[in-house]
C-alpha cells in the first residue's frame, strides 16, 4: 500500500502544481498565505511550512515586505553537479570549458535560429553592460553570466534551462583562474556572438561561441602554466 506525504510535502506538490497550471514565470508572485490555506483548505502554518520547503528547493524564494515569487532559479539545486567538493582549480575549470564546448555553440546557433526580438534586445543590453563594466574596471563576473543566460533562454529549449547553473559555474571559475586578463576577448566576442544572434546567423553564432570558449582553453592550458595533453 502507497505511503501518503506528509501534510506539508503534499502542500509543497499542490502548490507547484498551481505554479503549473497557472503558467507561472520566474517573478510572478505567488498568492498570500492566507489565500493558500483557503484555497488548499490547510492551515496556515501548514502553508508556511510548505513555502520554506519550496524554497530550500529553489522552487519560491521570499521577499521581505514584497510576498513570496516564483524562484528564477526553478527547481534547480544549486550544486546539481556536486562540485563543491572538487578541488576548484585550472583542471576543474579545464573540464567545465569541455562541457561547455560540447554545448553553448548548438544553444548559440539555437538562439540565432529562434530568439525574439525582445530577446535579441535583451542580449545586446547585457553585452553593452559587460563592456561597460570591462572599460570601468567594475567587477564584471555576473554580468557576464547573466550574458551567457540570456542567450541560453533564447534558445528556446526547456532542458537548457537546467544546464544554466552548469554554465554559471564555468564562467565564474574561469574569470576567477584567468585573472581576468582575457577581458578584450571577453568584450570581442561577446560583441560577435551578439550580432550573429541579431542577424539570425546560425553558424556565425556558433563559431562566434566556439572560438570565444576555445580562446578561454587555450589561455588555461598554456598562458596559465599547464600543459595538458
Request: aromatic residues 4%; charged residues 30%; glycine residues 6%.
Amino acid at each position: 500500500m502507497k505511503k501518503s506525504l506528509p501534510l506539508a510535502a503534499s502542500v509543497q506538490e499542490q502548490i507547484i502544481q498551481l505554479i503549473i497550471d497557472r503558467d507561472m514565470k520566474p517573478g510572478d508572485r505567488l498568492e498570500t498565505e492566507q489565500e493558500l490555506s483557503q484555497r488548499l483548505g490547510v492551515g496556515r502554518g501548514t502553508v508556511r511550512e510548505a513555502i520554506k520547503g519550496l524554497v530550500s528547493r529553489n522552487v519560491l524564494e521570499v521577499r521581505q515586505g514584497a510576498g513570496t515569487f516564483v524562484s528564477p532559479r526553478q527547481g534547480v539545486p544549486n550544486d546539481p553537479l556536486g562540485l563543491t567538493f572538487l578541488k576548484h582549480d585550472r583542471q576543474l575549470a579545464l573540464d567545465l570549458l569541455d562541457v561547455r564546448l560540447m554545448l553553448e555553440p548548438d544553444i548559440a546557433e539555437l538562439a540565432a535560429n529562434l530568439a525574439t526580438e525582445e530577446e535579441i534586445e535583451s542580449i545586446e543590453r547585457q553585452c553593452v553592460r559587460v563592456q561597460r563594466y570591462i572599460e570601468e574596471e567594475i567587477p564584471y563576473r555576473q554580468a557576464d553570466v547573466e550574458f551567457h543566460r540570456r542567450i541560453a533562454l533564447a534558445s528556446h529549449n526547456q532542458v537548457v534551462s537546467t544546464l544554466v547553473p552548469v554554465i554559471h559555474s564555468s564562467a565564474s571559475l574561469n574569470i576567477d583562474l584567468t585573472r581576468n586578463e582575457l577581458k578584450e576577448n571577453t568584450v570581442r566576442s561577446h560583441r560577435e556572438l551578439a550580432d550573429a544572434i541579431r542577424r539570425h546567423d546560425s553558424v556565425g553564432a556558433r563559431y562566434a561561441m566556439l572560438l570565444h570558449l576555445a580562446e578561454n582553453r587555450r589561455f588555461l592550458r598554456w598562458e596559465g602554466g599547464m600543459s595538458i595533453p
